[in-house]
């Protein structure tokens, strides 16, 4: 109980120090994760939209895959990470082990298929609703996609917002590749996770509170973004 | 040089023939021996119909007749299992169903402003511009609510908004899968409106309903089908006077068909 309460007592002194540290711990982790979600937005919606639309051999296997790859464990992710980027790896000649890019390479791969499995059902109920109109407009392929993106953009963009909900929570995968290591790696979970081993739980659960308050913001955000949507009729 | 000539007039010349495809008349539309099997059963029965080039014509029929179902397949967005279509002799594929345009039962709006629903269609048409845009919204009354989102309109308003981009095609041949379907007796009688001024104009409609009423109103001939198979085709006063078929009789009299 005292530590709770210690713990929200930090957590406002730090917030409210400003602390240079925990200043660049959270910008690292923003950094790492929106970067990571950029990529799998790309990387995402596009192998998402793809599968919902197009009919091709083995698109059951792949709607699988992703559905399956969603519940990843971060330090399978981690550790498969790991050995393509350490000396021995294929990618060890870059040297990128323990440098914030493994750490957003990780969480690409860990966030890609929540996106791409998400966006395809949202992307493939939609164009089904609108499957019949378009045929009968003779819509092209290219537009009748473009144009159900753009429609389904606040479910997308919900998606988007679970992703990084999911890359910035995450621990397992940044630790292996990034080593938490103090000024260059080290991101608010594995901050936490470091400062419970050494027993100064009052700091870590400042921290957890700080991550807490960002994960509430995002969701704050996507259902903000959703109530939108749902008055004006376009979700 | 010589080539870069030749290969232009070949551009000139394929959006010479485009133009004339869009141009050239769809009508007669001639359909023999059209069979539809679904689920192991045959909704359209070796079915022939034979349609003229002006009017309205009203498809009629209990439920289950196969009214919509022939409404689709004339539309290309069901393949038959069986027979032809040729509407003026081109059998169905793009060039026809893009002179085309149908009006679903249900409408499917996108999740946009009205406005922007027009727009999406007539920036397909290549002819993307507010002033026609006005004028179709204008055309079915929905000029006010140009900015409402779409999917806030009440029923009757989005089936003249689904009306208004159908038009927007300037398709030569529109078709309506009961489109006033459940709507309130202005709403009907302003869509009902909207499509006698189009066939004024020259548009061939070809409207589908089980409502007698409307069809009296509206038919320059009525298509009657029962069991998948057309029973009776003929002009609307011959038609509502002396039904020929003992069908087309039970349900003018109100009796159940089966």
């Known amino acids: 109980m005292h530590d709770f309460a210690e713990a929200f007592r930090l957590a406002f002194a730090l917030a409210a120090s400003g602390d240079a540290d925990l200043i660049e711990i959270i910008a690292l982790s923003l950094q790492v994760s929106l970067t990571a979600l950029l990529a799998s937005s790309v990387i995402g919606f596009g192998l998402g939209t793809l599968v919902a639309v197009a009919r091709f051999p083995g698109r059951g296997a792949a709607i699988v895959a992703f559905n399956t790859l969603m519940g990843l464990p971060p330090v399978v992710v981690g550790l498969l990470v790991y050995l393509m980027l350490s000396r021995a790896g294929p990618l060890g000649v870059f040297g990128l082990l323990y440098t914030p890019a493994a750490m957003i390479i990780a969480q690409t791969i860990l966030i890609t298929p929540i996106i791409a499995a998400l966006s395809r059902q949202i992307v493939e109920d939609l164009f089904l609703e609108y499957d019949e109109l378009f045929r009968s407009m003779s819509v092209p392929t290219h537009q009748a996609m473009a144009a159900v993106l753009w429609d389904a953009r606040f479910s997308l963009v919900t998606v988007a917002l679970a992703g990084f909900g999911r890359a910035i929570a995450e621990v397992g995968a940044v630790m292996i590749v990034g080593g938490n290591i103090d000024h260059l ?13 050494k027993g100064d739980l009052a700091l870590a659960l400042a921290l957890g509170i700080v991550l807490l308050v960002i994960s509430m913001t995002v969701n704050a955000m996507a259902l903000s973004l959703r109530t939108t949507a749902a008055r004006q009729a376009y979700a | 040089m010589r080539e870069l000539a030749l290969r232009v007039d070949e551009i000139v010349s394929s959006d010479a023939d485009a133009a004339d495809r869009q141009t050239l008349p769809l009508l007669p539309l001639k359909v023999c021996g059209l069979t539809f099997r679904a689920g192991g059963r045959t909704l359209i029965d070796n079915l022939d119909l034979a349609l003229g080039m002006h009017g309205i014509t009203m498809m009629l029929g209990p439920n289950g007749a196969g009214k919509s179902l022939l409404l689709r397949l004339l539309h290309g967005l069901i393949a038959p299992s069986s027979g032809e279509i040729s509407w003026n002799g081109v059998p169905l594929g793009h060039s026809v169903q893009e002179r085309q345009a149908l009006v679903f039962q249900k409408p499917v ?12 269609a007539l920036r397909l048409m290549g002819q993307s511009s507010q002033q026609r845009r006005d004028e179709l919204l204008n055309r079915v009354g929905l000029l006010r609510l140009a900015r409402q989102p779409a999917r806030l309109l009440s029923g009757g308003e989005q089936q003249r908004l689904a009306l208004a981009r159908a038009l927007a095609a300037d398709p030569q041949v529109l078709l309506l899968d009961e489109p006033t379907a459940s709507l309130d007796p202005a709403s009907v009688q302003m869509i009902e409106g909207i499509v006698q001024d189009a066939s004024r104009q020259g548009m061939r409609i070809v409207f589908v309903t089980h409502d007698i009423g409307q069809a009296r109103r509206l038919a320059d001939d009525v298509v009657f089908m029962h069991r998948g198979r057309v029973a009776e085709h003929a002009p609307s006063k011959d038609f509502f006077q002396s039904p020929a078929s003992e069908a087309a009789r039970d349900f003018l009299a109100g009796r159940i068909v089966l």
């Open chain 1, 185 to 197: 790696t080290r991101v608010m979970t594995t901050a936490i996770a470091l400062e419970t081993s």
């Open chain 2, 109 to 120: 709006l996108l999740r946009r402003s009205v406005g922007e629903n027009l727009d999406f």
